[in-house]
């Protein structure tokens, strides 16, 4: 009897879906792939309680942007459950007080009554200006896949997806004690999670990794550079689980 594949649970960010994690599935084969559908969830708990409910008693875990939010969630709640943590082009802090956490949620909302008023697809082609490396907006193909990504979703899915984000906990505390094998990575032209976002993350980690900043890649790092991070997973998902303290 052929032996059952390790399973690798991939959590999709904002409006994303399958097609935000490009050649991954595909790239690592040797891997039960599952990736995550949010459903008309509007906080990180819930999604993260969704996830947990239909994950393998053990399992591989990567979340990009707010799927990597939703990682950490899990892991608040069932860390001995995943076996290897992988958090891309995503981020570890609440909501900023004051003017700062103001001026999110007014462009957040910007974008959301955009969608609300002209449609999804005009939010998605102001979104894109800042989430690919700028010399990608003019590969057609690209642009066009993540476009049509986002036309799948709703502005209802959108609007509860964004509540999800701006009442977004710490997780400060839970990167402090993850013994998993971690994995940080992002584009190095990540203008909305910069690469200092991703090693004030790695520095909370008990075994301060290394963060993999990909060259010339923005926010879309699985689209826009799928070899190279198929190949920063593999080289994680082989690190052993005693290395990782």
């Given amino acids: 009897m052929e032996a059952r594949k390790p399973t690798l649970i991939l959590v999709p960010g904002l409006m994303c879906d399958a097609t935000s994690w490009g050649a991954v599935p595909s790239g690592l084969s040797e891997f039960d792939c599952v990736v995550i559908h949010h459903?008309?969830?509007?906080?990180?708990?819930?999604?993260?309680?969704?996830?947990?409910?239909?994950?393998?008693?053990?399992?591989?875990?990567?979340?990009?942007?707010?799927?990597?939010?939703?990682?950490?969630?899990?892991?608040?709640?069932?860390?001995?459950?995943?076996?290897?943590?992988?958090?891309?082009d995503t981020g570890f802090l609440p909501k900023a007080p004051g003017l700062a956490g103001e001026e999110e949620v007014r462009k957040r909302m910007t974008l959301l009554q955009m969608a609300q008023t002209q449609s999804v697809r005009a939010m998605a082609k102001e979104w894109i200006k800042g989430m690919v490396a700028p010399h990608r907006l003019a590969e057609a193909p690209l642009i066009d896949s993540i476009l049509e990504m986002f036309e799948r979703k709703s502005a209802d899915i959108f609007e509860r997806q964004l509540h999800a984000l701006i009442h977004r906990p710490d997780a400060t505390q839970v990167l402090q004690h993850i013994k998993s094998p971690t994995l940080v990575l992002c584009g190095a032209l990540d203008a909305w999670s910069p690469p200092s976002q991703h090693q004030a993350m790695a520095n909370h980690l008990p075994n301060h990794p290394d963060i993999v900043a990909i060259?010339?890649?923005?926010?879309?790092?699985?689209?826009?550079?799928?070899?190279?991070?198929?190949?920063?997973?593999?080289?994680?998902?082989?690190?052993?689980?005693?290395?990782?303290?």
């Avoid at 010339?216 to 990782?244: F, I, K, S």
Wanted: charged share 15%; glycine share 8%; proline share 6%.
């Fill in 215 to 245: 060259p010339d890649c923005g926010h879309m790092a699985m689209q826009e550079a799928p070899e190279a991070v198929v190949q920063a997973m593999r080289q994680w998902l082989e690190q052993p689980m005693e290395h990782a303290c």
């Fill in 39 to 88: 459903g008309i969830a509007d906080s990180l708990t819930q999604m993260a309680e969704q996830l947990l409910a239909q994950a393998p008693a053990r399992f591989a875990l990567a979340g990009h942007s707010m799927g990597g939010r939703v990682a950490l969630e899990v892991m608040r709640m069932a860390p001995a459950r995943v076996t290897h943590l992988g958090l891309f």
